[in-house]
Structures are given as structure tokens and as C-alpha cells.
Nanobody, 114 residues
Framework: QVQVVESGGGLVQPGGSLRLSCAAS????????MGWYRQAPGKQRELVAI???????DYAVSVKGRFTISRDNAKKTVYLQMNSLKPEDTAVYYC????????WGQGTQVTVSS
């Protein structure tokens, strides 16, 4: 059994910053890919950023230069540092863990509003 738990969401003003964290636990040892997706109301879930256990990253065009993904392989944890937040970043953010199977967290709400 694998558990994926996110934390760090909240309400922030435009231009502000938030840091999301996600920890995987259970019967999981090597995690080739960890990442973040988001889903805004009325929209499909979309990729935000992913990172391999070797350090390769990929970002959505809309967040490049503002968001930074990082991970601690030993702790099976992935982070998303979000800077210069915009109202259009408002969404539920989901952690994604990929081995031979795919696991999702329960989601954490990020709201960017003045």
C-alpha cells in the first residue's frame, strides 16, 4: 500500500509565494518520477512540473521561471516552490508519484486572490 500526502496550500495574494510538499510512504522504494499537477474549476487536470530521480525536470510553460520543483529521494518527498503567484494559478494541486503504477495525493487547494 502506498500513501501520498500533500501539504502547504493556502490563500496568498498575487505576487506572493507558497511552498508545497508531498511525501510518499508505504511499499515503495525507488520512485522514477514525482511531480505536481493542478486542476482549476471547470478545467482538466494539467501538468505543472515533474522531476525524475536523476534530477531531470519538466515544467508547464505557464509556470516556467516562477515555480521550482525539487525532491529528496531519501525522504521520498517532492516540493514545489511557487513564486510570483497569479490568480490564474488558483487550483487544487495534486502530487503524482510514478513507479510501475501511478499514485495520487488527495490534493491541496491553492488560492491566489487579493
Amino acid at each position: 500500500q502506498v500513501q501520498v500526502v500533500e501539504s502547504g496550500g493556502g490563500l496568498v495574494q498575487p505576487g506572493g509565494s507558497l511552498r508545497l510538499s508531498c511525501a510518499a510512504s508505504g511499499s515503495i522504494f525507488v520512485i522514477p518520477i514525482m511531480g505536481w499537477y493542478r486542476q482549476a474549476p471547470g478545467k482538466q487536470r494539467e501538468l505543472v512540473a515533474i522531476m525524475t530521480n536523476g534530477g531531470t525536470t519538466d515544467y508547464a510553460v505557464s509556470v516556467k521561471g516562477r515555480f521550482t520543483i525539487s525532491r529528496d529521494n531519501a525522504k521520498k518527498t517532492v516540493y514545489l516552490q511557487m513564486n510570483s503567484l497569479k490568480p490564474e494559478d488558483t487550483a487544487v494541486y495534486y502530487c503524482n508519484v510514478r513507479t510501475i503504477q501511478q499514485y495520487w495525493g488527495q490534493g491541496t487547494q491553492v488560492t491566489v486572490s487579493s
